[in-house]
């Protein structure tokens, strides 16, 4: 009796839909050029590279904007914060 092998079959990746320029992405965010490269170069945002030219998916750029978010002052929180540091 010979035994039979199963072959795994792994999904396609899926593929962006949409990647935008360096120029497009820039202006998405509404932010300069130079910024997004400086950003890219510091690798604090995801990005695809194909070849020499790179690209972005609107959804890394979202998460970018998103996790840069910050959360206003209360009163609560200001005095909270004073007391650590007495």
């Not at 320029?21 to 990005?47: G, H, N, P, Q």
């Amino acid at each position: 009796m010979t035994k039979r092998t199963t072959r795994q079959i792994t999904p396609a990746p899926v593929l962006p839909e949409e990647l935008l320029t360096i120029e497009e992405a820039a202006d998405r965010i509404k932010m300069s050029v130079r910024y997004l490269r400086r950003a890219v170069a510091e690798r604090r945002i995801a990005f695809h590279r194909l070849g020499r030219s790179i690209r972005f998916d609107p959804a890394d750029l979202a998460a970018f904007v998103v996790a840069g978010r910050v959360e206003p002052l209360t009163a609560e929180t200001v005095w909270r914060e004073l007391r650590s540091v007495a």
